[in-house]
Structure formats: structure tokens, C-alpha cells
């Protein structure tokens, strides 16, 4: 009987030894896995409307696979751009700064640009701003761009010098989603599809396609490591081309709004293929996947429904500045849901930054903030308290909950977000002190930047604020039918 006792006391004994053992390799196992950086898939659109998606309330339009990526992550109801059109926009995401600190204020686009500033191939994204691509391949990412670059055409300002191991796409803001070719040839020389540097040849594939689908063969290529992608769809940018099965889906509509209904569908079944490759590969948990567009719906020119905002690409009301968004990483503990305070696509440098493991001090004067300390409620104040845009003399500043618009032809506005979305009920008689403080904040911000490189034509000028009057919401039934 003591023989028995003491037999079962060593076997204890050492089964105790054995637990001990492998529990703290295990903690440490799963500690390492915790901190392994996550992949990064950033999508962009182009020029969708703000109300163009299922997640966002569209009964019109089909997303489901973004529908789906929505109620896994977390919907920011309040993310605005740095700018409401493409090229500055871009710029400001790029480098986390707001893009009027280094002289991109302007769209640059070669033919319509005034010769008091640089003109052409001269224009892009200064040489010394650094990149989130830079930023990310110094921590170890392999990183590529896939899509539309519109930072600058000369060789120079290529996507591969500028942080990117691999480039797929074109360099300009626009084309067609057709090959080109002798029934549809090529405008300008950016609009080539291109892969790496100066490697130029037209895809068979529609375009939506063709860069998912390169997107999914970086992934599979770098899933033993971490990896940066930024998918950058021209659509739903014009030219209003869909595939004819696709606007066969949508015989109810029509004319640009039937093509961009397609063209949103397609780009949306591409998407699903990208984030499937994800789950097959067992990356899902582990990737950090950013969806939002650049600017606001041109709603004249591809019939994008901004609603309930007014305006449109192009001008400083909610409609041309404010984006759908959404963001996924389950192994981040990015709840599901929605965050309500506003924040900025200039914010996603550092979060992708802070996500990889780097220090947010590592970053040269940027006007990003790192959004997952507010996401994950381990900081409660909005993370932002004021934002700011600005285009030659129009401008605008966003402070908590007010907001000052400035124009050249006519006194500035004031409007209370929180209670005035559609920018309806202009407030300035009421609060005239309220618009001078605005006034010199905005101007104050105004004093340290710098002064525009290039400059379009003053023609669209007048033709931005047509726009923007032909496009504001005026009544709560015009709200409603939006």
C-alpha cells in the first residue's frame, strides 16, 4: 500500500514538473503570436457615393461582401478625407500629413492646370515625404501597390521609389477598364497598365478584375511574412464602364446610374475574392483590412448618391469630404460595431505604423493620430479636436461638433453637425462670435502651410461652387427621398 502511494506521489510529481514545463512555453507560444504584426490589406475606392453601399443604407446597390466586412469590424460613422478629390487626398493618406504642408493642394492634372505654378509631369508627391509604404518596409513589410497611383507621372515619383517592393496599375487618375488597343486607344501616356517599372501591357481582364486578382497573387506569394497591400480601384471613377452581365443585374436603373451600380458590384465581387484568399489561407484573424473611399461622389458626372449629405466631390460640405469606412482585425480585438467620433484618413499611417510594432515618435511631424487606443476604448476623448480643409480660397474647419465653411463669393457658413448632418440650417447670424473664433483658428492653421505647387485653371474654381449649390439638400423631404 506504500509502494502504491509513493508511485502515485512520483507520478504527480512529475506530471506537475511536465505542466510546469510546457505551460510557460505555450504562455510564450501564444504571447509571440499575439505579437506577430499583422498583415495589412488597405482598399480604396474612387469616387463612390457616400450612401453607394448596402452597409451604408443603400437599397439600390448590392455590396455584400463589404456588407459582410462591415459587420465584423467597425464602422466609423464620422471619417472624412484630407481632401475632396483625388490626388491631395491620396497624398494626405499617404503621408499622414495634411498635403497642404508640402504644396499639394491641388488635383494634378496634366492639361488643366493654370502655368503660374508647375504643370505636366513636373507635379507629384514631393521627393522628401516619406511614405506608409516607406514606414512599413523598414519594419520588415513587403509592400505593394495595385491599382491607381495619381502621385505624379515622371519616373521619379514611381510607386517603386516611393516605398512600394511591386507596382500593378497606372500611374494616372483615370482610364478606361478595357484593354487598350485599336478599338480603344490610349489617351495618355499614365494610362498604360503597367507591372513593376516601365513594363507595359494591357490586361485581357476587365480592370476591377485584373487588379484584385493580382492582389490575391501577392498574398498568396507573401503569406509566410508580413505583408502591406494597397488595392487602389479606379472605380467607380469615370468612364461609366461595366461589364454587360453586371448591368444586367440592374434592368431597374438607368443610364450612369445603372453602370455605376454595376461597376460597384463588380468591384465589390472583387473585393469578396481578395478577403476569401485571406480565409483559405488562414490569414483572416491576423490582417488588418481597411475599406473607404477617397473623396465624395461626383454625383453629376457618375451619379453617386452622397445623401444625406450635401454637396459632392469637390467641395468642403459633408457629401465631397466625409467616407464610408470600415476596419477588421479580430487578433487586434478591433471590435465589431460602429465608432462615433470623427476622425481622418491622415490617421492611417500611424495606425498602420503603431499595428506593425513601430513607435508613433518614429514619425516625422505627422498630423495622423494611432486610432486603435480609441477603438479599443483605452482612450475615450475623440481623437481629433479639430480637422481642417482647405483649396485655394475655400476652406473649412471642423471643431467638436461646429462646423465654419469659407467661400470667395459669399459670407462663410456655420452649422452644427450634431444636430444638422445635411447642412440645412446655417447657423452664422445666430452665432457671430462663434464664426470669428472659427475664423481665426482656421486662419492660424492656414500660417503654416505651405504654398500650392500647382494650381488648376480659375475656371473650375466657379465650376466647384455650381456644383456644390446644385448639389446641397434643402429640405427634410429632399433628405428623405436621398
Request: hydrophobic share 35%; charged share 25%; proline share 6%.
Amino acid at each position: 500500500m506504500t509502494k502504491l502511494i509513493q508511485n502515485k506521489f512520483w507520478r504527480n510529481h512529475w506530471l506537475m514538473l511536465a505542466v510546469s514545463f510546457v505551460m510557460p512555453i505555450q504562455s510564450y507560444a501564444s504571447q509571440q503570436q499575439e505579437m506577430s504584426p499583422p498583415n495589412i490589406l488597405f482598399i480604396l475606392s474612387d469616387d463612390a457615393g457616400y450612401a453607394d453601399f448596402g452597409f451604408q443604407g443603400s437599397e439600390e446597390i448590392r455590396t455584400p461582401n463589404l456588407d459582410k466586412l462591415a459587420s465584423q469590424g467597425t464602422i466609423f460613422t464620422q471619417a472624412y478625407v484630407s481632401a475632396a478629390v483625388c490626388g491631395p487626398s491620396r497624398a494626405g493618406i499617404l503621408t499622414g500629413k495634411y498635403q497642404q504642408r508640402f504644396g499639394y493642394e491641388e488635383n494634378n492634372v496634366p492639361g488643366y492646370m493654370s502655368q503660374s505654378g508647375l504643370t505636366g509631369d513636373d507635379m507629384g508627391l514631393p521627393l522628401d515625404q516619406k511614405t506608409m509604404a516607406d514606414y512599413l518596409r523598414e519594419r520588415g513589410y513587403k509592400t505593394a501597390l495595385i491599382g491607381k497611383w495619381h502621385q505624379g507621372n515622371a519616373d521619379r515619383f514611381h510607386p517603386t521609389k516611393r516605398g512600394f517592393d511591386e507596382f500593378y496599375g497606372f500611374r494616372g487618375g483615370a482610364r478606361s477598364y478595357f484593354g487598350f488597343g485599336a478599338q480603344n486607344p490610349v489617351s495618355y501616356p499614365e494610362d498604360k497598365l503597367e507591372r513593376g517599372f516601365a513594363h507595359f501591357q494591357e490586361s485581357k481582364r476587365y480592370l476591377t478584375e485584373a487588379l484584385a486578382t493580382e492582389t490575391v497573387e501577392f498574398i498568396k506569394r507573401n503569406q509566410k511574412h508580413p505583408f502591406f497591400v494597397f488595392l487602389s480601384f479606379n472605380a467607380v471613377h469615370t468612364p461609366m464602364e461595366a461589364k454587360p452581365a453586371d448591368l444586367a443585374q440592374f434592368s431597374n436603373l438607368k443610364g450612369k446610374r445603372q453602370q455605376l451600380a454595376a461597376m460597384t458590384l463588380s468591384m465589390d465581387r472583387e473585393i469578396g475574392k481578395v478577403l476569401n484568399t485571406l480565409d483559405e489561407l488562414g490569414l483572416s484573424d491576423n490582417t488588418l483590412v481597411v475599406f473607404t473611399n477617397d473623396n465624395g461622389g461626383p454625383s453629376d458626372t457618375n451619379a453617386s448618391n452622397n445623401g444625406p449629405l450635401s454637396g459632392t466631390k469637390a467641395n468642403h460640405l459633408e457629401g465631397g469630404i466625409r467616407v464610408p469606412f470600415i476596419m477588421r482585425w479580430p487578433a487586434g480585438k478591433v471590435s465589431q460595431g460602429e465608432y462615433p467620433n470623427p476622425i481622418s484618413t491622415l490617421d492611417l499611417l500611424p495606425t498602420f505604423f503603431s499595428a506593425a510594432g513601430g513607435n508613433e515618435q518614429q514619425l516625422a511631424a505627422i498630423d495622423g493620430v494611432d486610432l486603435l487606443p480609441f477603438i479599443k476604448q483605452e482612450n475615450n476623448s475623440p481623437p481629433h479636436s479639430r480637422l481642417y480643409w482647405k483649396k485655394e480660397n475655400r476652406a473649412a474647419i471642423r471643431d467638436g461638433n461646429w462646423k465654419l465653411l469659407r467661400f470667395p463669393d459669399r459670407p462663410a457658413e456655420l452649422y452644427d453637425l450634431s444636430k444638422d448632418i445635411s447642412e440645412m440650417h446655417d447657423l452664422a447670424d445666430m452665432y457671430p462670435e462663434r464664426v470669428a473664433q472659427l475664423y481665426e483658428r482656421l486662419f492660424k492653421w492656414e500660417l503654416t502651410l505651405e504654398r500650392p505647387l500647382w494650381q488648376l485653371k480659375r475656371q473650375y474654381e466657379g465650376d466647384a461652387m455650381m456644383r456644390m449649390d446644385n448639389y446641397r439638400i434643402t429640405s427634410n423631404q429632399e433628405m428623405k427621398q436621398k
